[in-house]
T-cell receptor, first 115, second 109 residues
Framework: GAGVSQSPSNKVTEKGKDVELRCDPI?????LYWYRQRLGQGLEFLIY????????KSGLPSDRFSAERTGESVSTLTIQRTQQEDSAVYLC?????????????FGPGTRLTVT | QKEVEQNSGPLSVPEGAIASLNCTYS??????FFWYRQYSGKSPELIMS????GDKEDGRFTAQLNKASQYVSLLIRDSQPSDSATYLC?????????FGRGTSLIVHP
């Protein structure tokens, strides 16, 4: 079946501009995660959605970052007034989200470059 | 603060050898353990999950879990150059797993 998809695959933006990144999870997956991975670094958790519950935003680095998800479908991550330190690959993952079994399946990522 | 520790490597093994990757974690109540493979420039790919003490085998991969000692390992038998990648350990007791920084594996011909 179809995996997690993300768009765009690459985004180059000027410092100070807003960007919107999109994630389409695997159909039927109620849980959705956003991560950031800077070059040569590990995964940095940003935000978690589970069904219609309030999202866990504990990983968002600043109020310039926000994310939305409608039901159990598409999610968008918005970064306002981008800074050069926002340059990274933004990864989305989804999982069935039942019990403690949450094998995550990652999308291909969006590579964001802020100039 | 939940921590997952991995040796960053690189771990270099000859083709055909067994590669052993290790991971320790701090949260004693962790219940789910995962290994992901990440090729350079690509996203992580799930290769193994393990939930109970002992060994779990899948093809050339074996995951080993010891909750008393708080470690989980991944063995790759008959290593191939195509196994060269970074291997991420992820541990979870809640719905948000904690990832290690990864171990770089290099399999040389």
């Amino acid at each position: 079946g179809a995996g997690v998809s993300q768009s765009p695959s690459n985004k180059v933006t000027e410092k100070g501009k807003d960007v919107e990144l999109r994630c389409d999870p695997i159909s039927g997956h109620t849980a959705l995660y956003w991560y950031r991975q800077r070059l040569g670094q590990g995964l940095e958790f940003l935000i978690y959605f589970q069904g219609n519950s309030a999202p866990d935003k504990s990983g968002l680095p600043s109020d310039r970052f926000s994310a939305e998800r409608t039901g159990e479908s598409v999610s968008t991550l918005t970064i306002q007034r981008t800074q050069q330190e926002d340059s990274a690959v933004y990864l989305c993952a989804s999982s069935l989200g039942t019990g403690v079994v949450y094998e995550q399946y990652f999308g291909p990522g969006t590579r964001l470059t802020v100039t | 603060q939940k921590e997952v520790e991995q040796n960053s490597g690189p771990l270099s093994v000859p083709e055909g050898a067994i590669a052993s990757l290790n991971c320790t974690y701090s949260d004693r109540v962790s219940q789910s353990f995962f290994w992901y493979r990440q090729y350079s420039g690509k996203s992580p790919e799930l290769i193994m999950s393990i939930y109970s003490n002992g060994d779990k085998e899948d093809g050339r991969f074996t995951a080993q879990l010891n909750k008393a000692s708080q470690y989980v390992s991944l063995l790759i038998r008959d290593s191939q150059p195509s196994d060269s990648a970074t291997y991420l350990c992820a541990v979870g007791g809640s719905y948000i797993p904690t990832f290690g920084r990864g171990t770089s594996l290099i399999v040389h011909p």
